[in-house]
């Protein structure tokens, strides 16, 4: 009998499977993306319904299987239940973990993208930042973690206090790039450069929450 593996990580799926079963896909530290089913989960009675929500951070016990995990138990650090009472800040959300969802891989060190969605679903509910401004920076410091951004591309041609932003958050840690704001062009800039790099490492690939947001 295999040991039971511990998880740091968040959901970032979830979905019905059978009658009261669910199946989630969560972003952890050390395995990657991975799949586990939480059997029972749907009942309203059941001890993991609330750990397997999507935005729940936490530490998770699963058991391993051939070709997924079974989650035996949870411990919840944040649920993040301030994005459930605000929609637009939900959506970000919810396109931040689609995201994250399609760039990431399984038995990978995925420890500097957890940190970023983290901080930046943090950054939602903070009411001093602009949506916007924390979707150009989680989008320009996933390419950056994912190792696709060529900074000697944007060298020329942009305002100073821009290039200062991408070099900040080239230099920085993932949990730490959320610090600060910009204004008229440089942020304008900025999220033209973020749109532009995030699509294209995602090959063009359309995202459903990304579709809801631009029609607000």
Known sequence: MQPLLNVTGMV????????????VEILTVSQ????????????QTNHLMAATDLFVFGDFKLYPGRSSYTMTDASVKNFFSELRNDYTAAMYGMYFLEAVSYVTRENSDSREVLKLLYQALRALTHEAYEPELVRAVFELKLVMCEGEFNRDAYKEGYD???????????????????SFRLK?????????IAHKEIKK????????????????
């Open 12 to 23: 970032l799926k979830t979905e019905p499977a059978g009658e009261y079963d669910r199946r």
């Open 160 to 178: 100073k206090t821009t290039l200062y932003a991408l070099d900040f958050l080239l230099a920085t840690a993932a949990e730490k790039v959320f």
């Open 201 to 216: 490492m995602n090959g063009g690939h359309e995202f459903n929450s990304l579709a809801m947001i631009d029609e607000m």
């Open 32 to 43: 990657g993306k991975i799949s586990a089913f939480a059997k029972g989960a749907r009942r």
């Open 184 to 192: 008229d062009i440089a942020f304008k800039e900025l999220k033209g």
